[in-house]
């Protein structure tokens, strides 16, 4: 059974006080809201329900679940190499790159034994999981909450939108972060797939956006 004490532990690492610095990245949102795409709560549950079910939010949860079942440093290395090819553009790459960085750093300081190379962030904090054995599918969920609602408190401010209706998008995705984290528990990196190709552009384009408050 879950304990109480894996829970928090959870919670400290996927807070928005833990410097990873999610706040600075908007995952192409910030384009999205700049070419009109995404304009107020309802385009923005759309837009993020679609790159949860069929985009990173699936896709990382997958990596996060294989990077917790491998067996040795060589196989996370492969899992790891693996995320940074699927990246769609310079920006996401940097996201997942400098955010599992930041993780790892403060891991290896705050919880030695759990010391990690620079690694991917979903891959980073499913090896973590694991390490500290902690529930896989608990940490899928809480991963795909945490990104979710990183990516609200984007539009939020780039909408922008009030927070009740920034909670209400939140509240209204929450089921299918639950439904991800099961399904990433029984799939491999064959099931890997996206098909959010406005998304993926949108990461593209925010590289040459003129004004920006986001790093992607």
């Not at 384009?31 to 993020?48: C, N, Q, S």
């Not at 899992?79 to 403060?106: K, N, V, Y």
């Not at 891959?123 to 599918?137: I, K, S, Y």
């Amino acid at each position: 059974m879950t304990t109480d004490a894996e829970v928090l532990l959870l919670a400290q690492w996927l807070s928005p006080a833990f410097p990873v610095g999610s706040f600075t990245y908007s995952h192409g949102l910030e384009w999205a809201v700049e070419a009109g795409d995404v304009r107020d709560a309802a385009t923005l549950r759309g837009w993020l329900g679609d790159v949860l079910a069929h985009g990173a939010g699936r896709c990382d949860a997958i990596l996060l679940a294989a990077a917790y079942r491998a067996e040795s440093a060589e196989e996370v290395a492969g899992i790891d190499a693996e995320a940074r090819a699927f990246a769609p553009s310079a920006e996401r790459l940097l996201e997942a790159e400098a955010q599992g960085r930041a993780f790892a750093e403060t891991l290896g300081a705050v919880w030695p034994g759990a010391a990690l190379p620079a690694l991917t962030y979903p891959v980073a904090l499913g090896r973590a999981a694991r390490v500290e054995g902690l529930p896989m599918v608990l940490t899928a969920r809480m991963y795909l909450h945490a990104f979710t609602s990183n990516l609200v408190s984007a539009g939020i401010r780039l909408i922008p939108i009030g927070q009740t209706e920034g909670q209400q998008t939140l509240s209204a995705l929450t089921p299918l972060c639950l439904r991800l984290a099961e399904e990433a528990a029984e799939a491999g990196l064959d099931d890997l797939e996206s098909s959010v190709f406005l998304a993926d552009i949108a990461s593209m384009k925010h590289e040459t956006q003129y004004s920006r408050l986001f790093r992607s």
